[in-house]
């Protein structure tokens, strides 16, 4: 029995689910890496195709992730005050590891050490989280929640039919809603007088 065990099953025992949920939100959040590297660019940035039910099992993993890199974007500003620019090893580096100022630093950026590994530990993959940290964390620095939206599509998989849907991350490709321009009643009558 499956007593509030909640999500689908796909046919898959649960170490396989847990691994395809991994792998599509880490394959979200790789099409944002600079594209100037990649041997295998994607074709449009934020967005993955794949079925619906897939697409709605992964959206709550990836919104958590990008739940926690957001909260960790704000103890990495705290850090920065803190912080020094000197190379590693040189000798204004090693005075400022031997300072107070050090113990701040470190004291400021545990949570976004932490929010790191967290994210890790739910992707597993240390590319992926690197491009969630760096590019799309900040993209929703001041969104409460709902990062991504759902698209179907009216072409069904060929070989099995399954439905497609595109996940992406909203505030890119937004529509603009426009306002109809509706007759006024004052114009209508002076027009059919003439």
């Not at 691994?19 to 939100?25: D, F, I, K, N």
């Not at 932490?114 to 620095?141: M, P, T």
């Amino acid at each position: 029995m499956r007593h509030r065990r909640t999500g689908k099953k796909f046919g898959r025992n649960p170490s396989h689910q847990r691994a395809l949920l991994r792998s599509l939100a880490s394959a979200l959040f790789l099409t944002e890496r600079n594209a100037e590297f990649d041997p295998n660019p994607p074709k449009v940035k934020g967005r993955i195709t794949t079925t619906l039910p897939k697409a709605k099992e992964v959206r709550p993993l990836v919104e958590k992730c990008i739940t926690i890199a957001k909260k960790s974007l704000v103890a990495e500003e705290a850090a920065a005050k803190h912080g020094t620019d000197a190379e590693r090893n040189t000798e204004q580096w090693k005075a400022w590891r031997q300072s107070p100022k050090w113990n701040a630093w470190a004291a400021a950026i545990a949570p976004s050490v932490a929010g790191r590994r967290r994210c890790l530990q739910l992707l597993g993959d240390k590319q992926a989280v690197n491009a969630l940290f760096s590019e799309v964390a900040g993209r929703f620095a001041d969104r409460p929640g709902g990062y991504t939206r759902i698209v179907r599509l009216a072409k069904v998989r060929l070989g099995d039919a399954g439905e497609q849907a595109i996940l992406e991350f909203v505030g890119v490709r937004d529509r603009v809603v426009q306002k109809s321009q509706k007759p006024s009643f004052d114009d209508a009558p002076t027009a059919a007088a003439k």
